[in-house]
Structures are given as structure tokens and as C-alpha cells.
């Protein structure tokens, strides 16, 4: 299976600052990669697709990069609401996997 | 607008058996591949099956292959995962979620309890 290693575990940040959250895959997964958001309480929401596509109804103030097997989500101009778990998700096969979770505070 | 709605959780004793289900409505069932996906407490998000549209595809990961069974019912518009000798590591929130072209997952149901104790 392919391992997705996520970091930084826990992150603290100011409202309006900018946040990376990096996932490495094990292997090349060729943007075969979702980014989900996951607030207290709530389930899973997906944020990006494919590594750059932002699904409907996402703020543009999130985004992804990468290629091969390093990915990133980018969220610009920290809000409140953004207080969330992150996951990255991979999946070139059929065995999908994910990365261990990004838990974002405000400083 | 989409919905998808987990019932049949609860607690159940070490070896048992318990079957989920999920109701979707809002999206033509049948054309989508479907996922169940569970987080233990406190801890990250686990696959545990994918079943194509027609039903005739089905994907496990190790951890719960021979034990767990997806199946649909797309004149119900319903999701099902059957659990079998449940072991105490199963203990989770299991959620059924809308698999987009067998890859990501775009819509979630709001997740189901699953207890595995005696």
C-alpha cells in the first residue's frame, strides 16, 4: 500500500497568516491526491482533488501544489472557521490511504 | 442535495456480527462507485471498503478482508457493510461516503458508532 506521510502533526497559527500542510507519498501517485477538511465533531469534507482542484463551494483562499509524491495544501488569510483536522488522501489505486492528520489552532 | 444517512451502529460483544447501512438520496445512486471509511477515537481516517456501481467490483484492505462485506442495493438507493467477528480494534465511527469516479470522496455521511466490547 502506499504510505502517506503528513507533517506538521499540529500547527498554530494567527488569524490572517498562511499555513502549509505538506503529505508525502510513498511512491509517484501522479496528483492522485484529495485534501479534507475535518472540523470537531463533523465528518470529513473534501477541500481539493487531483492536487490543485478546488471542489465547489471551497474558499479560493484554499489551494494545492504538487506533483510525484510531494503535495501541499496552502490556506491563505487564516479565518476562525478554518479550525480543523486536514487529511490528505491518496488514491492511484484502489487502496486508498491517508495521511495521519494536520490539527490547525489559532495562536 | 446530496444526503447520505448512516443507521445500524451500537455496541455489539467481541466475535459478533453487525451490518450498516447507509441511505443516500439527492444523486443517481447507481452511477456512483461507493466507500465506507472509519476513524477510530481520536485517531485518523482508515479505508475499509469501496464497492463499484453495479456491485460487482468490491476492494478491502487487509485489515478487514474476509471479515467485512460491501454490497448495494441501487433500486433502494442503499449502502450496506456487513461485519463479521468483530474484533475490539473495529471500534470506530464508520461513515459511508460517495466515491467519485472510484477516487476521491466528495460527499460524507455524518458517521455511525460502532463499539466493540464486552
Known amino acids: ?107 | 442535495e446530496v444526503q447520505l444517512v448512516e443507521s445500524g451502529g451500537g455496541l455489539v460483544q467481541p466475535g459478533r456480527s453487525l451490518k450498516l447501512s447507509c441511505a443516500a438520496s439527492g444523486f443517481t445512486f447507481s452511477n456512483y462507485y461507493m466507500a465506507w471509511v472509519r476513524q477510530a477515537p481520536k485517531k485518523g481516517l482508515e479505508w475499509v471498503a469501496t464497492i463499484s456501481t453495479s456491485g460487482s467490483r468490491t476492494y478491502y484492505p487487509d485489515s478487514v478482508k474476509g471479515r467485512f462485506t460491501i454490497s448495494r442495493d441501487n433500486a433502494k438507493s442503499s449502502l450496506y457493510l456487513q461485519m463479521n467477528s468483530l474484533k475490539s480494534e473495529d471500534t470506530a465511527t464508520y461513515y459511508c461516503a460517495r466515491q467519485w469516479l472510484g477516487a476521491r470522496l466528495d460527499y460524507w455521511g455524518q458517521g455511525v458508532m460502532v463499539t466493540v466490547s464486552s
Not at chain 1, 471551497?58 to 501544489?65: A, E, L
Not at chain 1, 503535495?71 to 478554518?82: C, G, P, T, V, W
Open chain 1, 1 to 107: 500500500d502506499i504510505r502517506m506521510t503528513q507533517s506538521p502533526a499540529s500547527l498554530s497559527a494567527s488569524l490572517g497568516e498562511t499555513v502549509n500542510i505538506e503529505c508525502l507519498a510513498s511512491e509517484d501517485i501522479y496528483s492522485d491526491l484529495a485534501w479534507y477538511q475535518q472540523k470537531p465533531g463533523k465528518s470529513p469534507q473534501l477541500l481539493i482533488y487531483n492536487a490543485n482542484s478546488l471542489q465547489n463551494g471551497v474558499p479560493s483562499r484554499f489551494s494545492g501544489s504538487g506533483s510525484g509524491t510531494q503535495y501541499s495544501l496552502k490556506i491563505n488569510s487564516l479565518q476562525s472557521e478554518d479550525v480543523a483536522t486536514y487529511f490528505c488522501q491518496q488514491y492511484n489505486n484502489y487502496a486508498l490511504t491517508f495521511g495521519s492528520g494536520t490539527k490547525l489552532e489559532i495562536k
